[in-house]
């Protein structure tokens, strides 16, 4: 199975030690390291003080967190677990993009950092950002339910939501990598209206029947894997009807592969990741496509 490794991104906002707890299943699939970051925006600090940066603020910020980082390490170290910790200056994503990149973790884990609406529309998405610019796959984790419960199985019950594209390939293979901690997988393709708009009922209904059996060819990969799966197809908005499948099928997790598009589209048409990352009541986890070497 080999080690896997685990990035942990924490701005102590969204995502506490209880956050990383509810994912020790992973154990079972071979994740036994985890790595904190958290990352101390300049802009941040020079708030806090409403004046220019001050270097005082930045090391006062790094030993709170390394505080934090020290008993979380403890905890995990009597669960048998390696730790590593970065305390960094700097933007967000680079640092987040270039900590994972240097330890070669398969998986990190975030929170959904809010913006204004405003704020939002120029800005564009930190998680969006994050996955133009990694091939690793992001875990956009909210662990607490509209219950108050925490969600410690979010791999249990995962809905992986496919398009058929490279991305959903990928995603695919990673979850059978996972299939220690996987009951079953329900599998979705949401169709839109217009594609099942035909000049007769007949083409209508050969669409449907194309879409079923390749979702259902799918879930035969996971059977063949020892992985239970479940073919559905929906039809309209892709996020909404997510959203509507989560419900009706209990699923722990959205799964979902993406290509990441470009930072104009993501502002103006909006993004199917961002969509899910934003409304989604669930974690989801966002498998984008292999990043291709330069001169490739």
């Known amino acids: 199975m080999g080690m896997k490794k685990l990035l942990f991104v924490t701005q102590f906002e969204e995502l506490w030690f209880d956050a990383l707890q509810s994912l020790m299943d992973l154990r079972k699939a071979g994740f036994n390291h985890v790595v904190f970051i958290h990352v101390i925006e300049r802009n941040k600090v020079a708030m806090r003080r409403g004046k220019g940066y001050l270097k005082d603020e930045e090391v006062k910020l790094k030993e709170i967190a390394n505080v934090r980082f020290i008993d979380w390490a403890e905890a995990l170290y009597e669960q048998g677990m390696e730790v590593g910790a ?144 479940k073919a559905h197809l929906y039809v309209g908005d892709v996020a909404e009807q997510i959203n509507r499948a989560v419900h009706e099928h209990g699923a722990s997790m959205v799964v979902a592969g993406t290509t990441g598009k470009g930072p104009w589209k993501e502002r103006w048409l909006g993004s199917i990741p961002r969509k899910l990352a934003e409304q989604s009541e669930i974690p989801v986890l966002l498998i984008p496509v292999q990043i291709k070497p330069a001169g490739n």
């Open 86 to 229: 970065y305390m960094v200056v700097g933007d967000l994503v680079p640092k987040v993009v270039s900590v994972a990149q240097e330890e070669g973790v398969n998986l990190i884990v975030t929170g959904h950092h809010k913006r204004g609406r405003i704020e939002g529309l120029y800005a564009g998405s930190e998680t969006l950002e994050l996955l133009q610019r990694t091939s690793t796959p992001v875990l956009v984790h909210k662990y607490m339910l509209p219950s108050g419960k925490v969600n410690d199985k979010p791999f249990e019950r995962p809905l992986f939501a496919t398009d058929w594209s490279h991305a959903c390939e990928r995603a695919v293979e990673y979850l059978i990598d996972l299939k220690e901690i996987i009951q079953e997988i329900e599998v979705i393709h949401v169709a839109s209206e217009k594609s099942l708009k035909g000049s007769s009922a007949m083409e209508v209904q050969k669409t449907r029947k194309e879409s079923k059996q390749k979702l259902n060819e799918v879930c035969e990969i996971f059977r063949a894997k020892g992985i239970g799966a």
